[in-house]
């Protein structure tokens, strides 16, 4: 996904009405002009989107295709071993191909049926409550692009690994998007700028990069986790902490970098009661007295 507050390009239109991607000054495909003239093509073509059409086709290259396969690849085995059951019954149902990059209009004609959410491709930064809001109708803001072949293990720029593989498998499983729908729910319902940041924070440890216990295992949940090879080698190393709303709703991270505190729950029940709970009830107020509670 591509919203405020993660890494991302921003985006120029040039005097030919295409656009321009300005990568920073350390992104790996800053002076490989090829992928620059991907980038520029990709996000031109989603500009040119219009609400209710079917995403853009991108016409994938051959090095494009190979990324994708790579990290399909990696990711077979390891989500075997790392990822939550339910994730898996979303990734069996779903069935991407690992041998080139599905359309974004295929994968949504194939979650259509299973829980009717669909993508929407997004050419740039989709504003936090735009990106959230449309989860709740069903409506998933999707980068298009892929990372570069330089980094496939982890990029901190979302791209179409992350959301077809990381987003698309949690999609396909009626569990998950309960939770995606309450979310965006939660983000159209409140109203301060405040309240909204405290719901994708919660949003951030949990459906990005949430962890939870199965039979005695820690298994990830989140999207970001289980769409990086590198991360999801590393994510039970790091600092585990108990599943808490007031910690996670306030709590700072870096984009860019594997993440350095996970939040654990018991369980994908336990989530449900506690995460969804809260995106389905929560208000200004409700918000403005968790933050209150935070230590800082
Ligand atoms: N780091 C993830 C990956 O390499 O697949 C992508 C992102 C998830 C969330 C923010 S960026
Ligand atoms: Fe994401």
């Known amino acids: 996904m591509f919203e405020e507050g993660q890494y991302f390009a921003p985006v120029h239109e040039k005097d030919d009405g295409t656009l321009s991607v300005q990568l920073g000054a350390n992104h790996p495909g800053l002076n490989d002009p090829e992928y620059r003239a991907r980038r520029d093509h990709l996000a031109t073509l989603a500009a040119r989107w219009q609400p209710g059409d079917p995403c853009p086709t991108a016409d994938y290259t051959d090095a494009e295709h190979d990324v994708w396969r790579?990290?399909?690849d990696v990711l077979m085995e390891s989500h075997r071993t790392y990822a939550c059951s339910e994730f898996l019954e979303g990734k069996e149902i779903l069935g991407l191909p690992t041998d080139h990059i599905p359309q974004l209009s295929e994968v949504s004609q194939t979650l259509a049926p299973l829980t009717g959410f669909g993508y929407q491709p997004?050419?740039?930064l989709v504003p936090l409550r735009a990106f959230y809001g449309a989860l709740a109708d069903r409506r998933f803001w999707s980068t298009q692009y892929v990372r570069h072949h330089s980094v496939p293990l982890y990029t901190p720029e979302p791209d179409v690994i992350h959301e077809v593989i990381g987003h698309g498998n949690t999609l396909a499983h009626p569990r998950f998007t309960?939770?995606?729908e309450l979310a965006g729910a939660a983000a159209r319902r409140v109203e301060t700028d405040d309240a909204l940041e405290f719901v994708s924070k919660v949003f951030w440890f949990t459906l990005e990069f949430g962890v939870l216990w199965q039979r005695g295992d820690l298994r990830a949940y989140g999207a970001g986790i289980l769409s990086s090879p590198g991360e999801i080698q590393e994510f039970r190393d790091v600092t585990i902490r108990p599943l808490d709303l007031v910690s996670?709703?306030?709590a700072n991270y870096d984009?860019?970098?594997?993440q350095d505190v996970l939040y654990a729950?018991?369980?994908f029940t336990h989530v449900e009661d506690v995460v969804g709970h809260f995106w389905a009830t929560c208000t200004d107020e409700s918000i403005a007295r968790m933050a209150h509670m935070a230590v800082r």
């Open 178 to 180: 309960a939770l995606y």
């Open 122 to 124: 997004a050419a740039g």
């Open 70 to 72: 790579v990290v399909s």
């Open 265 to 267: 729950a018991e369980s």
């Open 248 to 250: 996670m709703g306030t």
């Open 255 to 258: 984009i860019t970098a594997y």
